[in-house]
């Protein structure tokens, strides 16, 4: 079966450097997502790798590895308001997206 | 702010009630979805449309009947629900369907009680 996984609570302290992982499988691959959801809020789009690397867009970077099925989110110098829930998302061959069930982040001063 | 738009933001009803929900996408969009949020669980998919036409229904119950009048304006119909069905019910627009389709944008979703 289809199947993502990352792990449901995380903590860290601002300014510092969180690393959010991953694990997907999935019938085919076309890329993965990550998505940040703020309490009560609409999922927004974060990041999105179809190839092997690391893409960085300001503080936060997104790694992906196709042989190892695995992605992670990296969020640099920490923000209060970075405390919110990670969601990953693989697309599958048929581009349907399988959804994780969440990272929730909590930022403590 | 967001290209789609969800209304109402709060809804709570009996079983026996019949209530809609409302999805706008001022993004220009082909692709509109419906997923249902529980906590600590995955967004579950519910329905996709594609240039107006149904084109996914993952098994999701009869008492939910979704309406596309034109590619932007989504409907879910709800009725006889059943207390199980309060979750956070979240729509979706991406440019195309399939073929990669392209980034999903949400809207900030309508919390459902069923009482």
């Known amino acids: 079966g289809q199947n993502i996984d990352q792990p449901t609570e995380m903590t860290a302290t601002e300014g510092a450097i969180v690393q959010i992982n991953c694990t997907y499988q999935t019938s085919g691959f076309n890329g993965l997502f990550w998505y940040q959801q703020h309490a009560g809020e609409a999922p927004t789009f974060l990041s999105y790798?179809?190839l092997d690397g690391l893409e960085e867009k300001g503080r936060f970077s997104s790694f992906l590895s196709r042989s190892k099925g695995y992605s992670y989110l990296l969020l640099k110098e920490l923000q209060m308001k970075d405390s919110a829930s990670y969601l990953c998302a693989a697309m599958d061959s048929n581009y349907q997206l399988i959804w994780g069930a969440g990272t929730k982040l909590i930022i403590k001063p | 702010e967001t290209g789609v738009t969800q209304t109402p933001r709060h809804l709570v009803m009996g079983m026996t009630n019949k209530k809609s929900l409302k999805c706008e996408q001022h993004l220009g969009h082909n692709a509109m979805y419906w997923y249902k949020q529980s906590a600590k669980k995955p967004l579950e998919l519910m329905f996709v449309y594609s240039l107006e036409e149904r084109v996914e229904n993952n098994s999701v119950p009869s008492r939910f009947s979704p309406e596309c009048p034109n590619s932007s304006h989504l409907f879910l119909h709800l009725h006889t629900l059943q207390p199980e069905d309060s979750a956070l019910y979240l729509c979706?627009?991406?440019?195309?369907?399939?073929?990669?389709?392209?980034?999903?944008?949400f809207g900030p979703g309508t919390r459902l009680t069923v009482l």
């Open positions: 790798n179809v």
């Open positions: 979706a627009s991406s440019q195309e369907y399939g073929t990669g389709g392209g980034t999903q944008y």
